[in-house]
Structure formats: structure tokens, C-alpha cells
């Protein structure tokens, strides 16, 4: 599995932004998708998670901003970002886990064996 992330950028406080996660080498519907951001200095972190199936699990931190959604036509997954803050600058991965089950999202980093080169997101005025 081969992934492309992009769509990271400068932004303003309170402005928006889409990544997208392209999947090649497998097809999305055999994969769970996670995305995780790492800032400076700090470990890296889940940011949501999306099922095979559709289900899916955001940080508290980003809950009620943050969607994310698959296109299984494009074999991509979006994170669509609202209302960005500061304290969400940092680099930005997505991450794949081939899995027989389609109901079951994924938070951990050990769990993903397939991430993408990450892109940068900066929040600031």
C-alpha cells in the first residue's frame, strides 16, 4: 500500500483546509485509515480514524471541527479541517492498516503498517 498525502498549507485562525489521503496498491475498501499530525518536540498523535465500513473516531481535540470521509471511486480519504487553531500546526500523516474487519477503526500508531510522507498544515495570522 502506497499513500499520498496533501493539501497542507498556511492558513489563518479560524480558516479551513482538506487532506486528502490517495491510496495506491490496494483498494480502500480493504483498509482501515487513520490520520495522526506530529508538531515539534511533540509525539505523534491520532487526529481520526474511518473504518472500512464508514465508522468513525475523532480526538477530543478536534471533535465537532474536523470530518473526515472516503471516496472508494478515487480511493481517497479526506479530512476536511474547520475552525483551525494554532495548536493544530504540525505535519500531518496518513496512515493505512489492511484488516478483515469492517467495522473496526484504529487510534494506535503500532497498528498502522502503511503511512504516507505526511504534509505540513500552519495555522497563524
Known amino acids: 500500500v502506497q499513500l499520498q498525502a496533501s493539501g497542507g498549507g498556511l492558513v489563518q485562525p479560524g480558516g479551513s483546509l482538506t487532506l486528502s489521503c490517495a491510496a495506491s496498491g490496494f483498494i480502500l475498501d480493504y483498509l482501515a485509515i487513520g490520520w495522526f499530525r506530529q508538531a515539534p518536540g511533540k509525539e505523534r498523535e491520532e487526529v481520526s480514524c474511518?473504518?472500512?465500513?464508514?465508522?468513525?473516531y475523532y480526538a477530543g481535540s478536534v471533535k465537532g471541527r474536523f470530518t473526515i470521509s472516503s471516496d472508494v471511486a478515487k480511493n481517497t480519504v479526506y479530512l476536511q479541517m474547520n475552525s483551525l487553531k494554532p495548536e493544530d500546526t504540525a505535519v500531518y500523516y496518513c496512515a493505512a492498516a489492511r484488516t478483515p474487519y469492517t467495522s473496526n477503526w484504529y487510534k494506535m500508531v503500532y497498528e498502522y503498517a502503511n503511512w504516507g510522507q505526511g504534509t505540513q498544515v500552519t495555522v497563524s495570522s
Open positions: 474511518i473504518s472500512r465500513s464508514g465508522y468513525t
